[in-house]
């Protein structure tokens, strides 16, 4: 399984400084989650999560399993976006969007 990333970014975003900018967010997110090859699991479990429980789940809701795995994918998510955003971004400044190919 593999993943595709797009950021959301300004529209006056040179394309070179957008492809820079998802690089380093992939580095940044593959770094945290350990390997580029836990990006797609981690990401469908996580979303699996947030489908049954809703965004911010209550975590005694939740099996030690999807605590786990929600906290790591939280913890990468921030990671990469603070790489590519800075560490005092603002909620409506950028996002990203994660694509799962099999």
């Known amino acids: 399984m593999t993943y595709s990333l797009k950021l959301y970014v300004p529209d006056d975003t040179a394309p070179e400084q957008r492809r820079a ?3 380093l967010f992939r580095r940044a997110l ?4 350990g ?3 836990l990006v797609p699991p981690v990401y469908a479990a996580y979303q699996r ?6 965004e911010t789940p209550d975590p005694e809701a939740l099996t030690t399993e999807e605590r786990m795995v929600l906290e790591h994918w939280q913890l990468a998510e921030s990671a990469a976006l603070e790489a590519v955003f800075g560490a005092h971004r603002h909620l409506d400044e950028g996002g990203y969007e994660i694509g799962l190919q099999t």
């Open 21 to 23: 900018a998802e690089q």
């Open 49 to 54: 999560i947030v489908a049954q429980h809703g």
């Open 35 to 37: 390997d580029a090859a």
């Open 30 to 33: 593959e770094a945290a989650l």
